[in-house]
């Protein structure tokens, strides 16, 4: 037997010869594949006795196999707050166990796990910790120990262009024409000559795919980059090595390519690999606002990092170029494709590290992951570190009743229409996560009894003192360990690696602590409890109203107030000072109120009922004139570039200046600006995505008929596609004219005055008094009380 030490990278599984083996992804100097001897179970609540009638299950599955128990044991857990006898029903192969579980009368718990997450949760592994282990041969025979680390990986980052002359390539028929390349060289591989150093000339496309099968052999990276390669490029490339008969091999042993689906997300597993599509980590960044970018094509997101726009080859331009023969700008175009791909993976990728680290997810898991499951994941790892069986997942059923039964939110007051001066903004720091903390909040805590000490909450749950739940444990540590994170960054130079790493570091946590309060009210979550949730709101909504009422008998006027923030009208700096430190002085100690910041003027704009999107629409004007916008279109993407630039301008005229003549004029020039057809196509790009594939919808909407006309040109959309479109002057309904903005020529100018320009203004200039007649004729002005003093 042999000590060894390795880097735990990714874990699948392997059936052979009647055994089950987890399948380790190891790197020393090299990497190399382990396996661990390791039965799949499943628990079940029944009387003891019942354990040789459990050994006895013998059922057929659908492919004909026999399944039935290897073993059954006994095993003391804690069952949902009591320790419990269980029986541990072990079998031979994964896919044994959701068919030995149907022939079960009983009660049953954690038949549902995936093997490989069942594996690193029961060995506590972290990917890409260092495991310490015996083995003989290729099998390890015992892990000994595990500690953190942080290995350099190698990546290889790539792109393909694809023959087009229908618009939509054909994977029967449209050759791959070039596939570039970025790792440890740069290069470009076509069929065609080229003048550039860079490119490699082969004999035809199946030459083309293979001499990319060996680039990626000798280069031998951990990880695979790609944008949208799992819908697009891998795919395609697959396809078309099957017709040529092509040697198309990117694992590291095997050409094996398994199709992952996980909600509106599709993922690619690599044999031997990771591959990361960097497109959905670029999609959940960008929603929780890492990126500003609205719509998240490479080269909107390469620009937004870099600063500098990616060269662009016309999509329905590709085939005439290449038919041309002269491919230098098309191969500058392909090999910038790779280029950008790594540049992106550099600022998310160690994000995804870090959410891979503290969830002990693995790194492709993460990639398609959404907020909940990291969560779920991270409460499943600390559940197994405290013998917890798991929650159960509900029901269709359940689901619906859940979802027939919202839990009743935040508090909000809404603010006067208006423009106001002196506003202090104040908010409770991580207000959810905090309560959670501060009573206990957990499924597994709410007691009966009331003669055990506990919190009873505004919703009239109680919920035990002590001992410490799962949940609010858990997020105790994420906000613990990121609060320190934030003070030992304060001492690092930003430009040094430790900062970089810790930063990342901080953002996994933030995004994981933030996203507790909507897992535990999640319809579909194991861990969903509606008191839980009804309870978090209702002392929510007890501290921002405490807060508001005392602010009042302080003498501030209360302005606006929603969930966790208000803005308090001042007069005296130091007064508010002094009134925040007397609140934190009485709330529970893992509470705090924190200024957020003095702004020298804000603009209020009322909002009907019947409308969607955000209840609160304001823009604050700081002391480092900094203005700060929540609900207007300009921080929405389904809003022309135009119309949020032309509202911003707006603001900044009523805000910084105090004019809202200059306001008025801003609004007049643009629609005469588009009337004259001055107006550039990108200025009136409308984004929108697909929340469904395209051929499922019923309704032709503006977005539907601009993906139809994508697909016909060649561009592939899916279901969590970004739209982008032009509204052109030919058609007779507003979907008709709807046009990518890649196949546009003209703009409907009446449509971007009446649906973009004035309802993006007319909000803001209405509280001054204007009506659409004033900006549209430019008729007689009102006179007008000042707004300004």
């Known amino acids: 037997m042999v000590s060894r030490k390795a880097y735990l990278l990714d874990i699948g599984y392997a059936f052979r010869d009647g055994q089950t083996y987890a399948k380790l992804l190891l790197k020393s100097k090299k990497a190399f594949r382990l396996y661990y001897p390791y039965d799949p179970y499943f628990y079940v609540h029944a009387p003891l006795e019942r354990a040789k009638d459990l050994e006895k299950i013998v059922v057929k599955r659908k492919n004909g196999e026999i399944a039935s128990p290897l073993r059954v044991e006994k095993t003391e857990k804690n069952l949902f707050g009591g320790k419990t006898t269980l029986l541990k029903v072990v079998c031979r192969n994964p896919s044994d166990v959701p068919a030995v579980r149907e022939a079960v009368p009983y009660d049953c718990y954690e038949n549902r796990i995936p093997y490989t997450r069942r594996f690193l949760l029961d ?78 000339t082969v004999e035809g496309e199946k030459a083309l795919i293979e001499a990319f099968s060996e680039i990626v052999k000798k280069e031998d990276p951990d990880i695979i980059l790609g944008y949208n390669s799992s819908a697009f490029d891998i795919p395609y490339l697959k396809a078309r090595a099957e017709k040529l008969k092509a040697d198309f091999n990117i694992g590291r042993w095997k050409d094996t390519l398994r199709k992952i689906r996980k909600g509106m997300l599709s993922g690619i597993e690599i044999d031997g690999r990771i591959h990361l599509d960097v497109y959905p980590g ?111 997942r509900p029901t269709d059923a359940s689901i619906r009743e859940r979802m027939r039964n919202p839990i009743k939110g935040a508090y909000v007051r809404l603010p006067e229409p208006g423009v106001y001066e002196n506003i202090a903004v104040l908010d409770f720091r991580s207000l959810y996560p905090t309560i959670i903390v501060s009573y206990n909040i957990d499924p597994f805590t709410i ?116 969930t966790d923030s208000l803005m308090l009208l001042y007069d005296d700096k130091k007064k508010m000072l002094d009134f925040i430190e007397k609140i934190n002085s009485e709330l529970p100690e893992k509470m705090e109120l ?54 911003l301008k707006v603001l900044e005229a009523i805000l910084k200046d105090g004019s809202k003549e ?65 509204i052109t002057k030919s058609g007779k309904t507003i979907s008709e004219k709807a046009v990518p903005v890649d196949f546009a020529e003209d703009y409907d100018v009446d449509y971007y005055i009446d649906n973009q320009i004035l309802p993006a203004v007319m909000k803001i200039l209405k509280e001054l008094g204007y009506e659409e007649y004033d900006l549209k004729v430019g008729g007689k002005q009102k006179k007008l009380d000042s707004f300004f003093g």
């Not at 897992?519 to 929510?540: H, K, M």
């Not at 550039?680 to 697909?690: R, S, Y």
């Open 594 to 647: 924190e200024l957020e910041e003095f702004y020298t003027r804000g603009v209020f704009v009322s909002k009907k009922a019947e409308e969607k999107g955000a209840k609160k629409k304001y823009a604050l004007l700081g002391e480092d004139g900094r203005i700060k916008i929540r609900g207007f279109e300009l921080v929405r993407r389904d809003w022309s570039h135009i119309a949020r630039d032309t509202q």
């Open 123 to 200: 060995f506590q592994l972290e990917p890409f910790s260092i495991i310490h282990y015996e083995r003989e041969g290729r099998i390890i025979k015992k892990i000994k120990k595990t500690e953190p680390a942080s290995p350099e990986l190698s990546f290889l980052s790539f792109d393909i262009e694809v023959y087009n002359p229908l618009g939509s390539p054909r994977e029967d028929k449209d050759p791959v024409i070039m596939v570039s390349h970025v790792g440890k060289e740069k290069g470009l591989i076509t069929f065609k000559d080229s003048k550039k150093k860079f490119v490699k």
């Open 282 to 392: 670029v999609r959940f960044f960008g929603f929780i606002g890492l990126f500003k970018a609205r719509v998240f094509t490479l080269e909107n997101i390469y620009e937004e990092i870099s600063g500098t726009p990616k060269p662009m080859v016309p999509r329905d331009k590709i085939w005439k170029i290449w038919d041309e023969g002269d491919i230098e700008e098309l191969a500058e175009y392909c090999l910038m494709d790779s280029i950008a791909t790594k540049e992106v993976a550099d600022l998310v990728l160690p994000i995804q590290r870090e959410l891979s680290s503290i969830t002990k997810m693995p790194l492709f898991d993460v990639s398609l992951a959404t907020s909940g499951q990291l969560v779920e994941h991270l409460l499943m790892f600390k559940a197994v570190e405290k013998k917890m069986i798991f929650p159960k």
């Open 447 to 562: 007691t009966k009894d009331e003669k055990k000490p506990h919190h009873l909450s505004p919703f009239d749950t109680m919920f035990l003192k002590k001992p410490m739940g799962l949940v609010p444990y858990v997020l105790d540590w994420l906000v613990d360990y990121r609060a320190k994170i934030k003070k030992q960054l304060k001492k690092l130079d930003k430009d040094s690696k430790e900062y970089q790493k810790l930063k990342a570091r901080s953002h996994a946590l933030k995004i994981l602590s933030n996203s507790f309060y909507g897992f535990l009210v999640y319809p579909r979550g194991r861990w969903y409890n509606r008191d839980c949730g009804e309870s978090i709101t209702a002392w929510g909504r007890k501290h921002i109203m405490d807060t508001m009422e005392r602010a009042e008998k302080a003498g501030f006027t209360v302005l606006y107030g929603d």
């Open 662 to 726: 200059k306001a008025v004029k801003i609004v007049r020039d643009v629609i005469n600006k588009l009337r004259e057809g001055k107006v550039d196509l990108k200025e009136l790009v409308i984004n929108t995505q697909l929340t469904r594939d395209p051929d499922s919808y019923e309704v032709k909407s503006p977005e539907l008929s601009a993906a139809n006309k994508a697909i016909e040109k060649g561009v592939p959309i899916e279901r969590g596609s970004i739209i982008s479109f032009v």
